[in-house]
């Protein structure tokens, strides 16, 4: 599955037009579009969370931007920072693991390629994984595997909805086995937030691989993608090595995967949050549709007792929280702050 | 070598073991190929084995001269048996992670087949993943092994050219995974335990895979198999490449013969990828820790399964034998645990590995 390389199906990014070449966008000042080489004014860019307006390329976005695009302002707690990545296979390619991940950490700020916390979307609190393919190509090892069990039980603790923007190229093969293992780790956590009947959404960016697309990328009751984004188990330089024959242009695509019925719908960027926050919505169904029956086992706390964990955990100001949480959905007082969707 | 004459003794014990099982009719429909029954006295001798073959060959010629001349050679003869089993010991406690692979990708290694026929009493192979597709290079069925009914299923190499093709040399399809976890629910709702055999290059990449959702067939086992409320033991027999391997491979015991290799990507690749280089495999074999020792040490695996030296190839017979014993007693323990404690274990286990810093 490592075998992936997603330089092989980077988009055909050749400008078609140089239209404002006498612009310099080595001061940030201007972007150019890597899809259709227009450039745009980074500013206007950013406005359009990173969608170019002549041509709708979606742009690669990181963390802190996808962060800052899906969760109310000043709700976002991020959760095991401090978990962090060392080098216990004493690993050495060309280089040293351990230094190169000093090296990448300090070019990137990150401290290793998935941000996991909670946080509100629309008022809605939510648990969320953001991968950030700068750090080693979103590469999959333990802290990856780690930070978002972690996130996945919290939220199977306090019955929150689960949503992880995934950009990978797969597990990180500096860390061998235990990389792989992280897919399965992974996987055990989702189960029992499953078992719970809670809902698990991911977000696929591009590119998702490898790893990645073998473990959560897959898992969600509902799958969600960006437009155009790579979607791929094997690369496609390997899979045309072991045919011999030139794949199909969209081959690998979101549209490719809805087409064959692995994602469920594509989103553009600038609804993403809006669509979030209505599926959100829609899986706390009215206790008068019937759902006492819940087989789980688990008590299904109300609105209220939900209220109350959150007061507990003191991480959504308690004015924000009345407001989004009890008293601002007439109707749903008795909702069942939970999903339900057929197992 | 008295080795001959023990060999001949094998390929006969198996084709009694073959005819018995034919006459119960288990086998009747499918082509039956086990490893030792035409081979000659060494086959595919692996390059790092060389030294053995100069002195069988002088082994070799001391006998024909014995024979001709009258001579007594027993000493001699003797001196150089000794010599020979102490080198092949040698040769084989000292394999490096590249040799290692040699050995697990062995084309006369016992497969899944060879083992599930050889340690169960009854055994029927049932084929398909009702979506489609019955694919032949992951294989399964409901044994029995002593009063114990259970599901076997396990990743298929073929034997020869033709059979490799037509099993992808053990490069599972989703439908080969969606057919595994048809056999496991089964097994699940008959109470009965799960026995897996890992043998993969890899899950197979290609259009077909990529078009039927490989991703999603490997994540989908790897979710449920957390699910299941019956004992599952997972053996690397052979290699373990990636996810193809853990598609079958979450369950309450990982135990590896002693020359498996379990990887997160083929040496190859990974050279190719992080070395730019793919001449540089064994290099990576022997970073990325691919080794049954390895990951033991790394709190992968639980258990190491011995082979005779020289590999699982030379002795399929009592290899079968350790593998059936070591699944049985797994087994014996598993069946003290509740069905919560079962699968809380299975969860902990996995949920525990990963290194990492915490400050
Ligand atoms: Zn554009």
């Not at chain 1, 648990?127 to 999959?140: H, P």
């Not at chain 2, 001699?76 to 010991?89: A, G, I, M, V």
């Not at chain 2, 990576?284 to 190839?313: F, M, N, S, V, W």
Request: aromatic share 6%.
């Amino acid at each position: 599955m490592s075998l992936f390389d997603w330089f092989a199906n980077r988009r055909k990014a050749e400008p078609t037009q140089q239209v404002q070449p006498e612009r310099d966008i080595s001061d940030g000042l201007w972007t150019k579009c890597d899809s259709c080489g227009v450039l745009t004014y980074t500013k206007d860019l950013r406005a359009n969370q990173m969608v170019c307006l002549e041509c709708n390329h979606h742009l690669r976005i990181f963390s802190d931007q996808r962060i800052e695009q899906l969760i109310d302002a000043g709700t976002w707690q991020p959760l095991n920072d401090d978990v962090r990545p060392t080098d216990p296979l004493e690993f050495r390619d060309r280089r040293v693991y351990k230094d190169y991940l000093k090296a990448t950490q300090s070019k990137t700020g990150l401290t290793d390629s998935v941000r996991t916390g909670l946080g509100n979307i629309e008022g809605e609190p939510v648990a969320l994984g953001v991968m950030d393919f700068r750090f080693m190509g979103g590469s999959m090892g333990s802290v990856v595997g780690e930070r978002l069990t972690r996130l996945i039980e919290r939220a199977t603790a306090e019955r929150l909805p689960v949503f992880i923007a995934c950009a990978s190229g797969g597990a990180r093969m500096q860390e061998g086995m235990l990389s792989l293992m992280q897919m399965a780790k992974i996987s055990g956590a989702l189960e029992r937030h499953r078992a719970q009947r809670l809902l698990y959404v991911p977000v696929l960016t591009h590119p998702t691989t490898g790893g990645v697309t073998a473990s959560f990328a897959m898992l969600g009751d509902l799958i969600i993608a960006e437009p155009n984004a790579m979607i791929a188990f094997a690369g496609r330089r390997v899979i045309e090595q072991t045919l011999r024959e030139k794949l199909p242009d969209d081959f690998q695509t979101a549209e490719y995967l809805v087409q064959h019925g692995f994602v469920d719908a594509i989103v553009p960027r600038t609804q993403m949050k809006k669509t979030l926050a209505q599926l959100v919505r829609l899986h706390r169904l009215p206790a008068s549709v019937g759902n006492q029956g819940a087989t789980s086992g688990a008590p299904i706390p109300n609105g209220a007792a939900i209220n109350g964990m959150l007061n507990g955990n003191g991480f959504v100001p308690e004015s924000s929280q009345h407001h989004e949480v009890s008293g601002a959905r007439p109707g749903l007082e008795d909702a069942e702050i939970s999903t339900q969707l057929p197992r | 070598m008295s080795n001959s004459g023990s060999l001949g003794l094998l390929a006969r014990r198996y084709q009694t073991i073959v005819f018995a099982l034919l006459q119960r009719g288990a086998l009747r429909d499918r082509k039956v190929i086990f490893p030792m029954t035409s081979s000659p006295r060494r086959p595919f001798l692996l390059e790092f084995e060389k030294p053995l073959v100069e002195l069988q060959t002088r082994i070799n010629q001391i006998e024909e001269l014995a024979e001709e001349s009258e001579v007594d050679v027993t000493p001699q003869l003797e001196q150089l048996e000794t010599r020979y089993s102490q080198l092949r010991q040698e040769i084989f406690t000292n394999l490096s992670p590249a040799q290692r692979i040699q050995v697990a990708r062995h084309p006369k290694r016992p497969s899944t087949l060879d083992y599930i026929q050889t340690i169960s009493d009854e055994w029927i192979e049932l084929h398909g993943d009702r979506g489609g597709s019955d694919d032949l290079a992951l294989i399964g069925g409901i044994a029995r092994i002593g009063d114990q009914s259970c599901v076997m299923l396990g990743h298929q190499k073929g034997r020869d050219t033709k059979d490799n093709v037509a099993r992808n040399f053990g490069m599972a399809s989703p439908g080969g995974y969606r057919k595994a976890m048809r056999l496991m629910e089964h097994a699940n709702r008959f109470n009965m335990p799960i026995f897996t055999f890992i043998d993969t290059p890899g899950a197979y990449p290609g259009v077909k895979g990529e078009e039927l959702g490989q991703g999603e067939a490997i994540a989908y086992n790897l979710r449920e198999m957390f699910s299941l409320e019956v004992p599952i033991i997972c053996t690397v027999i052979g290699e373990g490449g990636s996810g193809g391997a853990l598609g079958i491979g979450v369950g309450d015991r990982l135990m590896m013969f002693e020359h498996s290799v379990y990887t997160v990507a083929s040496p190859e690749a990974c050279a190719a990828i992080l070395w730019k280089d793919a001449g540089k495999a064994s290099q990576a074999a022997e970073a990325l820790k691919i080794t049954a020792p390895d990951l033991k040490r790394l709190g992968i695996l639980d258990q190491i399964l011995p082979e005779p030296t020289g590999g699982a190839h030379t002795d399929p017979l009592a290899t079968a034998e350790t593998l059936k014993n070591a699944l049985l007693s797994n087994l014996e323990a598993l069946r003290q645990l509740t069905t919560q404690e079962l699968r809380d274990q299975r969860y902990q286990k996995f949920r525990s590995i990963g290194v990492f810093l915490e400050s």
